[in-house]
């Protein structure tokens, strides 16, 4: 099934952008019409020390298929940290440097447009804009509303995983920065609230959070691709209980479709350093 997986994305692939180096994507304006006239979409991944090839890997199978210019950011903690923007102490639940610094994307956009938060162990398969077309003004934010509690005790380099009401909700988020509501995720909020407050987005009412397809968020060792059904597919394959990157890891579902763009983006950098 993973290899049909990646022949069904390989032919639903447009022209490839390239990056320019900043986490731009440049996109043959010619192909895509006036793509280029338009802000690039912002894209912030949670970034861990312990996870930088995940980040590496994510961001490059985001750009290679985005017919649409995106500028990704990574979240690092340290630098929120230098300049004042995170100081809350790390909780023992804590598995990544990100579960808390993911809800200031929409105070790190400005609370402006439409923004995307996605932690770093994602792999896109699909074109990134399918994304963006499903955005729907309406709604504060959008994500896929999961219904899972997961069975491990713990999950990657042997973090304690935890079970909670909407889990894997705020894993990826796109988010209305300029939505009233989401004004109220200011640094003073972020570094001070609790984690039911945030993670289940105690901030918004039901209705003002939109629903997106699973295959957006397809929950590895959970999620399942039904047989002969297109619509079960994976457009982002989420490793949430620990990907190849980690030894105990390294024969997990879908692992070869991330080894393979691991080895592409690692001879695309040393092309780029040479």
Not at 42 to 63: L, N, T
Not at 106 to 128: H, I, N, S, T
Request: proline share 5%; aromatic share 12%.
């Amino acid at each position: 099934m993973e290899m049909s997986l990646s022949n069904e994305n390989e032919k639903n692939q447009s022209s490839l952008p390239t990056s320019n180096g900043n986490g731009i994507a440049v996109v043959d304006s010619a192909e895509n019409g006036n793509v280029n006239s338009k802000k690039p979409f912002k894209i912030f991944v949670g970034y861990d020390p312990r996870e930088e090839i995940a980040f590496q890997v994510c961001r490059h199978s985001i750009i290679k298929r985005s017919s649409i210019p995106v500028e990704i950011i990574p979240i690092k903690q340290s630098d929120l940290r230098k300049t004042g923007l995170y100081w809350r102490e790390r909780g023992q639940f804590e598995s990544t440097e990100f579960s808390f610094t993911r809800f200031l994307t929409p105070y790190l956009a400005d609370y402006q447009g439409w923004a995307l938060f996605v932690d770093c162990d994602f792999l896109y398969l699909a074109d990134f804009k399918e994304l963006v077309d499903l955005i729907q003004d309406k709604y504060a934010i959008m994500c896929v509303q999961h219904d899972y509690a997961p069975k491990e005790t713990t999950k990657m380099d042997g973090a304690v995983q935890t079970v909670y009401p909407r889990k894997n909700w705020s894993s990826m988020v796109l988010y209305n920065c300029g939505h009233p509501k989401n004004k109220v995720l200011s640094p003073d909020t972020v570094n001070s609230q609790t984690g039911a407050y945030l993670h289940r987005f105690q901030w918004l009412e039901d209705d003002e959070i939109g629903s997106v397809p699973f295959v957006w968020n397809f929950l590895e060792g959970h999620n399942r691709v039904v047989e002969n059904d297109s619509s079960t597919l994976p457009k982002a394959i989420h490793y949430t209980r620990g990907g190849p990157w980690f030894e105990a890891w390294k024969n997990c579902e879908f692992a070869d479709l991330w080894l393979n763009e691991m080895e592409e983006y690692l001879k695309q950098a040393k092309k780029e350093s040479a």
